[in-house]
Nanobody, 123 residues
């Protein structure tokens, strides 16, 4: 079992930046893939970014590629999402997720979730 807690959300103007953090506890000695998803009101939860245990492999949704960067510090059991050049369309609840393996990077692949943190981007 892995427990996840996100932090770092808030209100920011368009063009601004935020950095989200996700702290993991529990069975963190085993390697796992970490990911960020987001969900806006009325929308399905969508994949944003993922990172392998080693940090050597990352992937991003097209909507955030070039603006968001995912990273991790395994010594601190923390995964980060640096979000730059934010847009009003980025407004959503952002969730951290973890899985010991994943194929399709869809929500059902990830058994462990944080409670979410709200990000609001004003125009």
């Amino acid at each position: 079992q892995v427990q996840l807690v996100e932090s770092g959300g808030g209100l920011v103007q368009a063009g601004g930046s935020l950095r989200l953090s996700c702290f993991a506890s529990g069975r963190t000695s085993s390697s796992y893939v970490s990911a960020w998803f987001r969900q806006a009101p009325g929308n399905e939860r969508e994949f944003i970014a993922s990172i392998s245990w080693s940090g050597g492999s990352t992937r991003y949704a097209d909507s955030v590629k070039g603006r968001f960067t995912i990273s991790r510090d395994n010594a601190k059991n923390t995964v980060f999402l640096q979000m730059n050049r934010l847009k009003p369309d980025d407004t959503a609840v952002y969730y951290c997720a973890a899985a010991y393996s994943t194929i399709y990077y869809i929500p059902s692949d990830f058994p462990y979730w944080g409670q979410g943190t709200q990000v609001t981007v004003s125009s």
